[in-house]
Structure formats: structure tokens, C-alpha cells
């Protein structure tokens, strides 16, 4: 079974950075594409990135192009997301979620089969 645990959320002013860390265990993450998504009080869980299992392929949302990085360590098991230039509206929970083919899909959420617990991510002076 894999068992996935973010980390790295926090407070921090607008126009910080954050990085988000997946951890993972169980299995071999290089098996599976991970997606990041955010959930926002009031509003659906929405994609924001994705990465491939080799790491070769990246994805975006429109709302954080340019901002946000999606990466990779398959021999730490280990998916980040480095987030700049930070928003009040980008404040959320963010969660990765693992998918069982390698290739990233779209953000529906059904095509993801393991999520973590989430991390808090505020944004605010």
C-alpha cells in the first residue's frame, strides 16, 4: 500500500516561497505519476500540477504557471512543489496525490488513488 505525507506548509507573507514536500512509502514512487491539489475553504479540490513517474513530463494549472514548480527524487521517494511569488488566493491545503500509471492524466480526482493528509499553506501580512 502506498502512504503518501506532505510537508513544508506554513505562514508566510505575500510574494514568499514554500516547498512543499511528498513523502512517500510502501511502494516505488518512480511507479507513479503525483499530482499536487489544493482545497480552499468553500471551494472544490482543484489541480494545480502534475509530474510523471520518470519526471520527464510537467503539468500546470493556468492560476500558477510561472510560479509553482513541480520536481521529483524517485531514489528519495520524494516529490516537491516550490512555491513562489505566493497569493492570498493561493492559501489552501494542499495535498499530493499518486496516480497508478506513470503518465500524468487531467485533475479529475477519481484518476488519483492515493492522497495525503494535506498541508496548510497561508498566505497573508
Known amino acids: 500500500q502506498l502512504q503518501l505525507v506532505e510537508s513544508g506548509g506554513g505562514l508566510v507573507q505575500p510574494g514568499g516561497s514554500l516547498r512543499l514536500s511528498c513523502a512517500a512509502s510502501?511502494?516505488?514512487?518512480?511507479?507513479?505519476?503525483i499530482g499536487w491539489f489544493r482545497q480552499a475553504p468553500g471551494k472544490e479540490r482543484e489541480g494545480v500540477s502534475c509530474?510523471?513517474?520518470?519526471?520527464?513530463?510537467?503539468n500546470y494549472a493556468d492560476s500558477v504557471k510561472g510560479r509553482f514548480t513541480v520536481s521529483r527524487d524517485n531514489a528519495k521517494n520524494t516529490v516537491y512543489l516550490q512555491v513562489n511569488s505566493l497569493k492570498p488566493e493561493d492559501t489552501a491545503v494542499y495535498y499530493c496525490?499518486?496516480?497508478?500509471?506513470?503518465?500524468?492524466?487531467?485533475?479529475?480526482?477519481?484518476?488519483?488513488?492515493?492522497w495525503g493528509q494535506g498541508t496548510q499553506v497561508t498566505v497573508s501580512s
Open positions: 496525490a499518486a496516480r497508478v500509471f506513470r503518465a500524468c492524466s487531467n485533475y479529475a480526482l477519481r484518476e488519483y488513488q492515493y
Open positions: 510502501g511502494r516505488t514512487l518512480a511507479n507513479y505519476a
Open positions: 509530474i510523471s513517474g520518470s519526471g520527464g513530463s510537467l
